[in-house]
């Protein structure tokens, strides 16, 4: 009998995910507020509930991929929510990337019902997503990880058992806080490069090559400085994954000097109505700090 998995939360990234786990062999009922989304996962093979509700109902194992702390929350345990229609024994596993403290509250009281919680925050961005190649940092136990781990390894190829319920999510503010500081030092680099009359592309070329060498060099900034800022990860996202980070910062006494930096930067992407361009997009910010543009002839 084919495994039933539960998916709520089919955005940019939920809905190739819940395809993967699809062509991987397993049925999936899906619930999303968008109905395009949910229409194409039924497309895909899928099958979707009126309510979250359902989707607990009908599969013993949920996924949730949601934007923030309080959406995971309210999906949970408003009425017509999961928590309405899990069953004892019943596994969430929440891919969102939201607070560590919201996680252990949720886990302990969902624990109370007989409901374990795996926290799994992703990184690898929209292609991540659609190849099958996010690596997924999971919080929780790890014998049911890896009783399950066939169902992580349809969504990613790099798993990662991070320790106790939060610190899958700690994992992730890691990640973000490197994320970010990699987007504001190649935006900062190109723009340096632009103001000189240095050529853009050989800069990237050259120091591609060697010890400055990362992710967003590679495979951002010659997009970038095209003007090309099209969302992988939402640039809304990426500021709401900074306040985590530096709430967590804040909570466990740790310094975030270059965190803050980054977090300012987004959050004027944000209030300038650029939240809905991809993270890549804080160049935008940088120049008009510099009152000028950053972009190939």
């Given at each position: 009998m084919t495994q039933s998995i539960g998916f709520v939360g089919l955005g940019i990234m939920g809905l190739p995910m819940a395809k993967n786990l699809l062509n991987a062999g397993y049925s999936v009922i899906g619930y999303n507020r968008s109905k395009p989304r949910l229409k194409e996962l039924v497309k895909s093979g899928g099958t979707s509930a009126k309510t979250a509700k359902e989707v607990a109902e009908n599969a013993q194992i949920v996924i949730t991929c949601l934007p923030n702390s309080q959406s995971v929350s309210n999906i949970i345990f408003q009425n017509e929510g999961l928590a309405d229609g899990f069953q004892n024994g019943s596994i969430l596993i929440d891919c969102s990337t939201i607070s560590p403290k919201v996680t252990v509250e949720i886990a302990e009281t969902l624990n109370n019902s007989g409901v374990s919680l795996l926290d799994a925050p992703i990184s690898g961005g929209e292609e991540g997503a659609i190849n099958g190649s996010l690596s997924i940092m999971v919080g929780g136990d790890l014998n049911l990880l890896n009783q399950h781990m066939d169902i992580f390894q349809s969504m990613g190829a790099t798993i990662t058992h991070c320790g106790k319920n939060g610190a899958g999510q700690i994992t992730k503010a890691c990640n973000q806080i490197i994320v970010?500081?990699?987007?504001?030092?190649?935006?900062?680099?190109?723009?340096?490069?632009?103001?000189?009359?240095?050529?853009?592309?050989?800069?990237?070329?050259?120091?591609?090559?060697?010890?400055?060498?990362?992710?967003?060099?590679?495979?951002?900034?010659?997009?970038?400085?095209?003007?090309?800022?099209?969302?992988?990860?939402?640039?809304?996202?990426?500021?709401?994954?900074?306040?985590?980070?530096?709430?967590?910062?804040?909570?466990?006494?740790?310094?975030?000097?270059?965190?803050?930096?980054?977090?300012?930067?987004?959050?004027?992407?944000?209030?300038?109505?650029?939240?809905?361009?991809?993270?890549?997009?804080?160049?935008?910010?940088?120049?008009?700090?510099a009152g000028t543009t950053n972009r190939t002839d």
């Open positions: 970010a500081s990699q987007m504001v030092g190649v935006s900062e680099a190109l723009l340096l490069a632009k103001k000189s009359g240095t050529d853009l592309n050989s800069v990237i070329s050259a120091i591609s090559q060697g010890a400055a060498s990362c992710w967003t060099l590679t495979n951002r900034a010659p997009d970038m400085i095209k003007g090309d800022f099209t969302p992988g990860f939402f640039a809304e996202y990426q500021y709401k994954d900074l306040c985590i980070a530096v709430d967590s910062g804040r909570e466990f006494g740790s310094p975030m000097p270059q965190t803050m930096v980054a977090h300012e930067l987004y959050k004027s992407m944000v209030e300038n109505g650029m939240g809905k361009d991809g993270n890549s997009g804080v160049l935008q910010i940088l120049e008009l700090l």
